[in-house]
């Protein structure tokens, strides 16, 4: 059973010119609040308070109620993943993971983690590493980038996809399509590791945030 209400109401007070108001999606849990627009809005007079439906059977009227339904069960599904999770249920954290503002909740991709380890290494520029340095490591992110959508024919792939299939092709892949030297491909193969090894502290801790 949900430990947080779920609740929609129309903001009357926020009504526009047309007349219609915003449909809100109320969260409540011991007195804290949290809310969000659903992006929907109706004229206050068609709107049933205690049934937080839209007061008709007109088709508009239907597809808005539908929506509503799949809202409150869009927050239901995020509420059991929080709480599988052990991150703990607030409602602004169901407010936060329905609008796709957590990072522990989002998918985890190759391609974004590369890039958040070379932001790393870039703002350590002139400090612990040099800038020629940064541009091979950049180098061997744009060398994934292109494995991936030549051989996937796609831009990025999911962290659970990255198996011992994908690291021998990428390597087959550098010696044989880029013509590398076994040292060069060595280079680059553990450039992906160490990118590997920051997934595993990102589904850890669930942020990607390294430093």
């Known amino acids: 059973m949900s430990t947080i209400t779920i609740s929609f109401a129309v903001r009357e007070s926020k009504a526009r010119t047309s007349g219609e108001a915003p449909i809100q999606v109320l969260l409540t849990q011991n007195g804290v609040r949290a809310n969000f627009s659903t992006g929907k809005a109706v004229p206050p007079s068609k709107w049933n308070r205690n049934r937080q439906r839209v007061r008709s059977k007109e088709p508009e009227a239907i597809e808005i109620n539908s929506y509503l339904d799949a809202i409150r069960a869009r927050l239901y599904y995020l509420e059991k993943v929080l709480i599988d999770r052990d991150i703990g249920v607030s409602p602004q954290l169901l407010r936060d993971a329905y609008l796709d503002w ?110």
């Open 102 to 211: 957590l990072d522990c909740l989002k998918e985890w991709t190759l391609m974004k983690i590369v890039e958040v380890h070379l932001e790393d290494l870039r703002a350590k520029i002139g400090e612990s590493i040099a800038t020629s340095t940064v541009w091979e490591y950049e180098l061997c992110g744009r060398l994934i980038g292109r494995y991936i959508k030549q051989r996937y024919s796609r831009n990025d792939m999911s962290i659970k996809e990255v198996k011992i299939g994908f690291i021998s092709g990428f390597h087959a892949w550098l010696l044989k399509e880029r013509k590398m030297k076994q040292n060069s491909a060595t280079k680059h193969l553990k450039f992906l590791q160490k990118v590997m090894n920051i997934a595993v502290i990102y589904i850890q801790r669930g942020s990607l945030t390294t430093r």
